[in-house]
């Protein structure tokens, strides 16, 4: 039996010593965090549980109690939370406890549509996140896809404005996996009032980046209705969800759609480590994501110069912290599949995913600038095009990441 606690102990200081000081991470979904919000996630409020009476009044008498007492601190956090997130989001409305961003968009399907309901929302082959589907099956709502236009990469408004009229949805989920460039939200908000539906925004990958003001600025402003997804990817908090909205009677909704339906402990460590991101976020999050887009369009172009095929390049490449690889072209050019070349870049300490995406959230977080877009792109070009020794690839990897080993924006 202690064989199998020393195997755990060196598996996970292997991980970390691996992924944190010898790796490059380019997976678009992933961030890193603080070492105060580290802290946090390991204190002993991860033992712990508060069902405070407002988020069931029916199962308390007063909404002022919490069902559990020893919250007195707790409450403390949650609110400062609440705070943070309503300053940065510029909305009167957050719900920090979705564990996750998928239980996040859960909530927002079961609180703001019924079953029979249609909802629309951006195909997995156009980039869309696939949980939509099994998740509406699974509420028992009508799942329909936004019609997509693949050479700008966007919605085609004039097919959507159509479909919305045929379908006429409760919610209109906007959002993607794979997402480049920004919705015109005031064409949608006008399509969707004319069937008065909801429109939800599902900001996964793209939190920090709208909470920097770089990508899709005051989106209560400009016409959604709900906000909510991921706290880990552009925004650098720990794994889970939140949600966000301006509007009375859908916070209710939220309210009344979440707590012992859809969870019970809201982790209050992981709470207690979102809210110290939340205040990190809104001391350094514009000048963080500032750098991101920089080294994303920078990183395009290098790749672009080096012969690696990048999508998009008419359009600037990206206006996010993603660019999108040429899968095919860059199989015919190396003759290898795409899944072989991603174990070749791991094999040199290079991560990425296998869909070819790109995402320089996480390198820009280690202190990363345009300029080391271009040693990153000869990386590629290395294993793709020259075929170079993995080996030599790798060391010239770990040489460049001994330069960055401190986390920046915080």
């Known amino acids: 039996m202690v064989k199998y606690l020393l195997d755990i102990d060196r598996l996970v200081r292997m991980h970390e010593d691996w992924r944190m000081n010898r790796c490059i991470n380019l997976i678009p979904s992933e961030n890193i965090t603080s070492e105060r919000v580290r802290r946090y996630l390991a204190s002993d409020l991860g033992h712990r549980y508060s069902l405070r009476g407002r988020e069931v009044p029916e199962f308390l008498s007063s909404e002022n109690e919490n069902f559990y007492c020893g919250t007195k601190y707790i409450e403390e956090i949650e609110k400062i939370g609440e705070d943070l997130a309503q300053k940065i989001f510029k909305c009167r409305y957050a719900f920090l406890q979705p564990l996750s961003g998928h239980i996040a968009g859960m909530i927002v399907l079961a609180a703001l549509a019924r079953r029979g309901d249609s909802i629309m929302f951006i195909d997995m082959n156009d980039g869309g996140y696939p949980g939509y589907t099994y998740v509406s099956q699974y509420l028992g709502l009508k799942g329909e896809t936004i019609p997509f236009d693949l050479e700008r990469f966007n919605i085609d408004y004039d097919r959507f404005e159509k479909e919305v009229f045929k379908i006429k949805p409760k919610l209109v989920i906007l959002g993607a996996s794979s997402i480049l460039f920004p919705y015109n ?95 990190e976020f809104l001391m350094y999050g514009e000048k963080y994501v500032r750098q991101i887009i920089c080294n994303t369009k920078a990183l395009g172009k290098y790749l672009d110069e080096e012969s690696i095929p ?44 296998l869909g070819g995406r790109i995402g320089t959230q996480e390198i820009t977080r280690i202190g990363m600038r345009e300029k080391d877009m271009k040693y990153i792109a000869s990386f590629f070009s290395e294993i793709i095009i020259k075929k170079e020794d993995i080996n030599i690839v790798k060391r010239k990897v770990m040489d460049m990441r001994k330069r960055f080993r401190k986390i920046y924006y915080c």
């Open 185 to 279: 939200l005031k064409r949608v908000r006008e399509i969707c009032d004319r069937v008065d539906a909801y429109i939800g925004y599902d900001a996964s990958h793209v939190l920090g980046l709208i909470a920097g003001k770089m990508f899709q600025p005051d989106p209560f402003k400009n016409g959604v209705d709900i906000l909510f997804g991921s706290t880990h990817k552009t925004f650098f908090g720990p794994q889970g969800g939140i949600i966000l909205t301006d509007n009375d009677d859908i916070a209710e909704k939220i309210l009344k759609n979440m707590k012992l339906k859809m969870l019970d402990n809201p982790h209050l460590n992981r709470i207690a480590g979102l809210v110290q991101a939340l205040w």
């Open 310 to 353: 990048v999508k998009y390049r008419e359009l600037g490449y990206t206006e996010s912290h993603q660019i999108l690889l040429d899968i095919e072209k860059i199989e015919e050019k190396s003759g290898l599949k795409y899944s072989q070349i991603a174990r070749k870049m791991e094999d040199a300490n290079i991560i990425i995913d």
